[in-house]
């Protein structure tokens, strides 16, 4: 059998693990990555990028339909799915391309095939050309997660979609039933709806996105609500009746029964770790929740064992994964300086319509913890860049320390506040206070103004409001 050495081997090539391998090999360490099918995971390949090509078509294609509100004309507007799915996939190859690039290019060695760990210091493969053992005295396990199969919506690839039959479906459906209402779930909803489907959210929980600030989550269900979506909270699905091509699903909400039928379903109820197969038995990994359990280094048990991104437990986020994969690489690597990763600055996205983002503690959040805050609430309505954009939907809402005026958390709905949260990121990275973020300045015309103002607002010094 073929052995080889390398100073780090990373399971898993996805956000966390190919960015953990091209930095590891950028600070001098021979390494090895092995990917059992595809460069780049499911965020690259059947996750956040694909859908969001998908989504953009959806917001072309609504633009094109209110196009009279801006001046224009635009007579039989109408879409092409086969086309829509065709440019998603496209977008995919082309990344998953520019993968294998970088991972060439930094001399990282690409195994295609499965590992486990088969003893201190060393993995076994299966990969594609036979056996391989290589002994390395570092591993990364980043071998990412799945979506929860659970009962009775569990995907069966054509009645009831997983996220991959949701991302190439043959036909438009026109009506669906989507059990789950965080962010993959919402942003399906939020794409089929904007072509024509007819859309019920079913979500266990009290409200839909219910990780978002209450507010947040409110706005955006009225919001949704007006395009036509049904949204059923505090609501379960009891029974799924599956006929020729359509379901009837039974669905307990608040305890009365109601009956919702569909032609499909789209099952988004979480993730689970992908810990199988890996050769945990009989090391110190361990696994809770079908995630593994790790340090503030994203260190396992087992030494010179660790564990980046969706294996490692929430937040299930692919910049999560990323950032984890560089730091457990540098610290390999023994570059000082380090620091370990704060959750609390990691920031969410969700791409429906409006779009939705977030950073740091809720208001509730931060009052369960005991603290005094000072709040700051701004309106897309108040902007005039969102003015002249057609997109006055929205707002911006920051939480402020009262004491310190360290900011806490913001909150945002409305267009482009995937992009517009970063600006709040970088400020908790550098503790920014109140007195920062009223001293910055902001250009005009552009939608980042609102974070001025909600900043401002916090303190009674709003100017247009």
């Not at 054509?158 to 209402?181: D, F, I, N, Q």
């Not at 609390?344 to 950073?359: D, E, F, H, K």
């Not at 503690?361 to 897309?380: D, H, I, N, S």
Request: with cysteine; proline share 3%.
């Amino acid at each position: 059998m073929t052995q080889e050495k390398f100073d780090l081997t990373v399971i898993g090539g996805g956000p966390g693990g190919y960015v953990a391998a091209i930095r590891a090999a950028q600070l001098g360490l021979r390494t090895a990555l092995v990917e059992r099918e595809h460069l780049g995971g499911i965020c690259l390949n059947w996750g956040c990028i694909p859908t969001k090509a998908l989504l953009r078509s959806a917001e072309v294609f609504d633009h094109f339909r209110h196009a009279g509100s801006f001046g224009l004309e635009a007579r039989e507007v109408s879409f092409d799915l086969a086309k829509i799915v065709a440019r998603s996939r496209a977008v995919a190859a082309q990344l998953n391309g520019g993968v294998k690039h970088l991972l060439k290019k930094n001399e990282v060695q690409v195994f295609d095939g499965s590992a486990r760990l088969a003893g201190p210091g060393a993995v076994h493969v299966e990969g594609r050309a036979g056996a391989l053992e290589i002994g390395s005295s570092h591993v990364i396990l980043a071998t990412g997660a799945r979506a929860r199969a659970l009962a009775p919506v569990e995907p069966d690839g054509r009645l009831v979609w997983s996220y991959k039959e949701a991302m190439t479906p043959a036909r438009m459906p026109k009506s669906l039933l989507v059990v789950g209402s965080g962010a993959i779930g919402i942003e399906f909803a939020s794409f089929y709806r904007t072509l024509g489907a007819e859309v019920t959210v079913v979500e266990v929980q009290a409200r839909i996105l219910p990780v978002e600030d209450a507010e947040v989550s409110d706005f955006a269900r009225k919001a949704f609500e007006r395009q036509g979506m049904q949204i059923l909270t505090s609501a379960t699905v009891v029974s799924l009746e599956k006929r020729a091509d359509s379901v009837v699903a039974r669905v307990d909400v608040k305890g009365a029964q109601v009956e919702i039928a569909a032609e499909r379903v789209i099952a988004a109820v979480g993730i689970v770790g992908n810990v199988e197969h890996l050769g945990l038995e009989g090391t110190g990994v361990q696994v809770d929740k079908r995630h593994i359990v790790t340090d503030a280094w994203c260190r396992t048990g087992e030494p010179g064992v660790y564990a980046i991104g969706d294996v490692a437990g929430a937040p299930w986020l692919a910049h999560k994964a990323s950032h984890e994969g560089m730091l457990c690489a540098e610290r390999i690597a023994g570059v000082e300086g380090l620091h370990p990763l704060d959750r609390t600055r990691i920031p969410g996205c969700t791409y429906s319509r409006p779009q939705v983002a977030s950073i740091g503690l809720t208001e509730a959040q931060a009052k369960e913890g005991g603290r005094e805050v000072r709040v700051g609430r701004f309106p897309f309505a108040g902007n005039g860049k969102a003015i002249a954009l057609g997109e006055t939907e929205g707002f911006i809402k920051t939480v402020f320390d009262a004491a310190t005026g360290e900011l806490l958390g913001a909150h945002m709905v409305g267009a482009e506040v995937t992009e517009l949260i970063q600006g709040y990121a970088i400020g908790k990275t550098l503790e920014t206070t109140e007195a920062e973020l009223m001293h910055t300045v902001f250009p005009h015309p552009t939608l980042s103004e609102m974070l001025h103002e909600s900043a401002l607002a916090a303190y009674g010094r709003a100017i247009h409001i």
